[in-house]
């Protein structure tokens, strides 16, 4: 089992910057590729940016640029630093960790954070 928590979410005008954690624990937290998954109001779930435990990344298309993954194994913490932030960004992020290397799909991920609110203003 291996739980998450996620913090660092809340209300920023757009330009602006949010800094998001997501810290593990449970059994070989580290050895799991997580992901960051966002959803905003009437749309699907979807992957923005995933790590694996080597330190491999994948940004979707919509965050590249502006959004970056990045985990401290010592901490069981992953982190997503997003910047230049657009009102379209506005949604509930997730993080989510997968016993599957280089997970893309939802259904791949095993485990999920309660999610925290990211609201960008224009």
């Known amino acids: 089992q291996v739980q998450l928590v996620e913090s660092g979410g809340g209300l920023v005008q757009a330009g602006g910057s949010l800094r998001l954690s997501c810290a593990a624990s449970?059994?070989?937290?580290?050895?799991?590729?997580m992901g960051w998954f966002r959803q905003a109001p009437g749309k699907e779930r979807e992957l923005i940016a995933r790590?694996?435990?080597?330190?491999?990344?994948y940004s979707a298309d919509s965050v590249k640029g502006r959004f970056s993954i990045c985990r401290d194994n010592a901490k069981n913490t992953v982190y997503l630093q997003m910047n230049s932030l657009k009102p379209e960004d506005t949604a509930v992020y997730y993080c989510?960790?997968?016993?599957?290397?280089?997970?893309?799909?939802?259904?791949?991920?095993?485990?999920w954070g309660q999610g925290t609110q990211g609201t960008v203003s224009s």
């Open positions: 989510a960790a997968s016993g599957v290397p280089g997970a893309m799909k939802f259904t791949d991920y095993d485990y």
């Open positions: 449970g059994r070989s937290a580290s050895s799991y590729s």
């Open positions: 790590i694996r435990w080597r330190g491999n990344t």
